[in-house]
């Protein structure tokens, strides 16, 4: 069973930058497609950003050119480098692993959702 958990998030002014790293116990990731999404308080979770088996990267529109994901396979780990942050980028932020990378990511393709971390941006 791969098991995800999220971390690194915290309390943040408008304008700063948190690093959110997403690690695995029981699974290589470097096998899978590994995404970041977020859910704010009674929103669905959206998707963010994904990352492919060959480093191929997608962003959502809201967060491109402020985002970046990457993977460190030696340390089974996918950072989210998050910059410019906006009291709108306010959520709990997951990740979760899915087989296939696709044009049109959806939340239910993928799965092992961590308990998530908290990304909190005041003004």
């Known amino acids: 069973q791969v098991l995800l958990k999220e971390s690194g998030g915290g309390l943040v002014q408008a304008g700063g930058s948190l690093r959110l790293s997403c690690t695995s116990s029981?699974?290589?990731?470097?096998?899978?497609?590994v995404g970041w999404f977020r859910q704010a308080s009674g929103q669905e979770r959206e998707f963010v950003s994904q990352?492919?088996?060959?480093?191929?990267?997608d962003y959502a529109d809201p967060v491109k050119g402020r985002f970046t994901i990457s993977r460190v396979n030696a340390k089974n780990t996918v950072y989210l480098q998050m910059s410019s942050l906006k009291p709108e980028d306010t959520a709990v932020y997951f990740c979760?692993?899915?087989?296939?990378?696709?044009?049109?990511?959806?939340?239910?393709?993928?799965?092992?959702w961590g308990q998530g971390t908290q990304v909190t941006v005041s003004s």
């Open positions: 990352i492919g088996h060959d480093y191929r990267t």
């Open positions: 029981g699974r290589t990731l470097s096998s899978y497609v």
């Open positions: 979760g692993i899915t087989s296939r990378f696709t044009t049109i990511p959806d939340v239910v393709d993928f799965g092992a």
